[in-house]
Protein backbone atom coordinates (compact mmCIF):
# COMPACT_ATOMS: atom_id res chain seq x y z
CA UNK A 1 0.00 0.00 0.00
CA UNK A 2 2.39 2.67 0.95
CA UNK A 3 5.04 1.91 -1.55
CA UNK A 4 1.75 2.44 -4.20
CA UNK A 5 0.99 5.58 -2.61
CA UNK A 6 4.53 6.61 -3.22
CA UNK A 7 4.58 5.85 -6.79
CA UNK A 8 1.46 7.82 -7.42
CA UNK A 9 2.91 10.83 -6.08
CA UNK A 10 6.25 10.23 -7.39
CA UNK A 11 4.02 10.28 -10.57
CA UNK A 12 1.61 13.15 -9.64
CA UNK A 13 5.24 15.20 -9.44
CA UNK A 14 6.38 14.24 -12.18
CA UNK A 15 3.64 15.33 -13.66
CA UNK A 16 3.39 18.96 -12.45
CA UNK A 17 6.90 19.32 -13.17
CA UNK A 18 6.85 18.75 -17.01
CA UNK A 19 3.60 20.69 -17.21
CA UNK A 20 5.22 23.38 -15.71
CA UNK A 21 8.81 22.83 -17.38
CA UNK A 22 6.66 22.44 -20.58
CA UNK A 23 5.32 26.49 -20.37
CA UNK A 24 9.12 27.33 -20.58
CA UNK A 25 11.35 28.08 -22.72
CA UNK A 26 15.28 26.43 -22.87
CA UNK A 27 16.64 29.75 -21.66
CA UNK A 28 13.63 29.76 -18.68
CA UNK A 29 14.40 26.47 -18.04
CA UNK A 30 17.90 26.48 -17.40
CA UNK A 31 17.24 29.46 -15.47
CA UNK A 32 15.05 27.63 -13.38
CA UNK A 33 17.39 24.87 -12.88
CA UNK A 34 20.33 27.24 -12.13
CA UNK A 35 17.89 29.05 -9.87
CA UNK A 36 16.87 25.31 -7.87
CA UNK A 37 20.66 24.36 -7.61
CA UNK A 38 21.32 27.77 -5.88
CA UNK A 39 18.56 27.32 -3.47
CA UNK A 40 19.44 23.98 -2.40
CA UNK A 41 22.90 25.30 -1.87
CA UNK A 42 21.24 28.12 0.18
CA UNK A 43 18.81 26.61 1.92
CA UNK A 44 18.82 22.63 2.58
CA UNK A 45 21.19 19.57 1.29
CA UNK A 46 21.65 18.43 -2.01
CA UNK A 47 20.22 15.38 -2.71
CA UNK A 48 22.56 13.33 -4.77
CA UNK A 49 21.96 9.95 -6.78
CA UNK A 50 24.85 7.85 -7.88
CA UNK A 51 27.17 10.84 -7.71
CA UNK A 52 24.55 12.98 -10.02
CA UNK A 53 22.15 16.30 -8.43
CA UNK A 54 19.11 14.97 -8.73
CA UNK A 55 17.37 18.12 -10.47
CA UNK A 56 14.00 16.66 -9.97
CA UNK A 57 14.27 16.57 -6.36
CA UNK A 58 15.98 20.09 -6.44
CA UNK A 59 13.11 21.65 -8.10
CA UNK A 60 10.65 20.19 -5.63
CA UNK A 61 12.73 20.89 -2.81
CA UNK A 62 12.99 24.75 -4.14
CA UNK A 63 9.13 24.86 -3.97
CA UNK A 64 9.32 23.74 -0.57
CA UNK A 65 12.37 26.35 0.01
CA UNK A 66 10.05 28.66 -1.39
CA UNK A 67 6.96 28.01 0.67
CA UNK A 68 8.78 28.09 4.01
CA UNK A 69 10.40 31.30 3.45
CA UNK A 70 7.41 32.49 2.22
CA UNK A 71 5.84 31.23 5.41
CA UNK A 72 7.74 32.95 7.38
CA UNK A 73 7.83 36.32 6.00
CA UNK A 74 4.50 36.87 5.89
CA UNK A 75 3.99 35.13 9.73
CA UNK A 76 6.10 38.27 10.52
CA UNK A 77 3.40 40.08 9.08
CA UNK A 78 0.88 38.31 11.35
CA UNK A 79 -0.73 36.24 8.49
CA UNK A 80 -0.56 32.67 7.61
CA UNK A 81 0.40 32.03 3.97
CA UNK A 82 -3.36 30.46 3.75
CA UNK A 83 -5.27 33.25 4.50
CA UNK A 84 -2.65 34.93 2.17
CA UNK A 85 -4.00 32.89 -1.26
CA UNK A 86 -7.53 33.66 0.11
CA UNK A 87 -6.61 37.71 -0.17
CA UNK A 88 -5.06 36.95 -3.82
CA UNK A 89 -7.95 34.77 -4.44
CA UNK A 90 -10.23 37.55 -4.12
CA UNK A 91 -7.94 40.05 -5.39
CA UNK A 92 -8.08 38.30 -8.63
CA UNK A 93 -11.39 37.08 -8.89
CA UNK A 94 -13.14 40.45 -7.89
CA UNK A 95 -13.27 41.72 -4.15
CA UNK A 96 -16.90 39.54 -3.71
CA UNK A 97 -16.64 35.95 -4.49
CA UNK A 98 -18.53 33.02 -2.33
CA UNK A 99 -16.72 31.18 -0.37
CA UNK A 100 -17.57 27.96 -2.95
CA UNK A 101 -16.00 30.05 -5.36
CA UNK A 102 -13.04 30.83 -3.89
CA UNK A 103 -12.28 27.16 -2.59
CA UNK A 104 -12.24 25.52 -5.94
CA UNK A 105 -10.03 28.64 -7.16
CA UNK A 106 -7.53 27.83 -4.84
CA UNK A 107 -8.15 23.79 -5.64
CA UNK A 108 -9.61 22.93 -2.07
CA UNK A 109 -12.77 22.04 -0.32
CA UNK A 110 -15.14 25.13 1.09
CA UNK A 111 -15.02 23.36 4.41
CA UNK A 112 -10.95 23.36 4.50
CA UNK A 113 -10.73 27.41 4.60
CA UNK A 114 -13.65 27.94 7.27
CA UNK A 115 -11.56 28.69 9.72
CA UNK A 116 -9.33 30.71 7.80
CA UNK A 117 -12.33 33.33 6.60
CA UNK A 118 -12.94 33.24 10.44
CA UNK A 119 -9.42 34.53 11.01
CA UNK A 120 -9.66 37.16 8.33
CA UNK A 121 -12.87 38.62 9.36
CA UNK A 122 -11.50 38.86 12.80
CA UNK A 123 -8.72 40.79 11.66
CA UNK A 124 -11.12 43.08 9.25
CA UNK A 125 -10.20 42.10 6.21
CA UNK A 126 -13.05 40.57 4.98
CA UNK A 127 -16.89 40.48 5.91
CA UNK A 128 -18.48 37.27 6.03
CA UNK A 129 -22.49 37.48 4.98
CA UNK A 130 -25.24 35.92 3.03
CA UNK A 131 -25.93 36.19 -0.42
CA UNK A 132 -28.96 37.81 -1.30
CA UNK A 133 -29.78 35.68 -4.03
CA UNK A 134 -29.40 32.47 -1.85
CA UNK A 135 -29.43 32.72 1.79
CA UNK A 136 -27.58 29.22 1.28
CA UNK A 137 -24.95 30.75 0.31
CA UNK A 138 -21.72 32.49 1.82
CA UNK A 139 -20.24 35.48 0.20
CA UNK A 140 -16.85 36.77 1.20
CA UNK A 141 -15.82 40.38 0.30
CA UNK A 142 -12.75 41.82 0.55
CA UNK A 143 -12.83 45.30 3.22
CA UNK A 144 -10.63 47.94 1.93
CA UNK A 145 -7.57 47.12 5.01
CA UNK A 146 -7.86 44.03 2.95
CA UNK A 147 -7.31 45.23 -0.15
CA UNK A 148 -4.78 47.48 1.20
CA UNK A 149 -3.14 44.63 3.35
CA UNK A 150 -2.81 42.40 0.59
CA UNK A 151 -1.34 45.25 -1.48
CA UNK A 152 1.25 45.50 1.17
CA UNK A 153 2.21 42.10 1.29
CA UNK A 154 2.74 41.74 -2.13
CA UNK A 155 5.98 42.97 -2.00
CA UNK A 156 7.11 40.60 0.64
CA UNK A 157 5.91 37.35 -1.02
CA UNK A 158 7.97 38.38 -3.92
CA UNK A 159 10.96 39.05 -1.97
CA UNK A 160 10.68 35.90 -0.58
CA UNK A 161 10.58 34.05 -4.22
CA UNK A 162 14.05 36.17 -4.69
CA UNK A 163 15.60 34.68 -1.30
CA UNK A 164 14.76 30.95 -2.30
CA UNK A 165 17.12 31.74 -5.11
CA UNK A 166 18.82 34.38 -5.19
CA UNK A 167 17.09 35.05 -8.73
CA UNK A 168 16.10 37.86 -11.16
CA UNK A 169 12.61 39.67 -11.62
CA UNK A 170 12.96 38.48 -15.13
CA UNK A 171 13.66 35.03 -14.52
CA UNK A 172 10.62 35.00 -11.21
CA UNK A 173 7.94 36.63 -13.94
CA UNK A 174 8.73 33.94 -16.21
CA UNK A 175 8.17 30.86 -13.79
CA UNK A 176 5.01 32.76 -12.09
CA UNK A 177 3.83 33.47 -16.00
CA UNK A 178 4.60 29.54 -16.13
CA UNK A 179 2.82 28.09 -13.10
CA UNK A 180 -0.42 30.69 -13.88
CA UNK A 181 -0.44 28.63 -17.32
CA UNK A 182 -0.46 25.55 -15.97
CA UNK A 183 -2.79 26.72 -13.07
CA UNK A 184 -5.31 28.13 -15.90
CA UNK A 185 -4.72 24.75 -18.29
CA UNK A 186 -5.54 22.50 -14.85
CA UNK A 187 -8.88 24.55 -14.50
CA UNK A 188 -9.84 24.51 -18.17
CA UNK A 189 -9.08 20.19 -17.48
CA UNK A 190 -11.73 20.61 -14.49
CA UNK A 191 -14.13 22.10 -16.72
CA UNK A 192 -14.51 19.76 -19.39
Known amino acids: ?22 SLTQEQIEGALRGAISAIELHSPT ?20 KLLTSRALGEHGIVTVDFRV ?33 LEAMGLVLRKRSTH ?7 EMTDDGCAR ?7 VFDALHETCRSNDALINAQISAAR ?12
Open 87 to 119: LLALRIMGVSSSSTEISSFLFLNSCDLTSNFKN
Open 134 to 140: DRRVRVI
Open 181 to 192: DMVARKRQQDLI
Open 1 to 22: MGRNLVKYADSAVYDVISNYLS
Open 150 to 156: TAELLPI
Open 47 to 66: REEHGKLRLDTALVDTIFTS
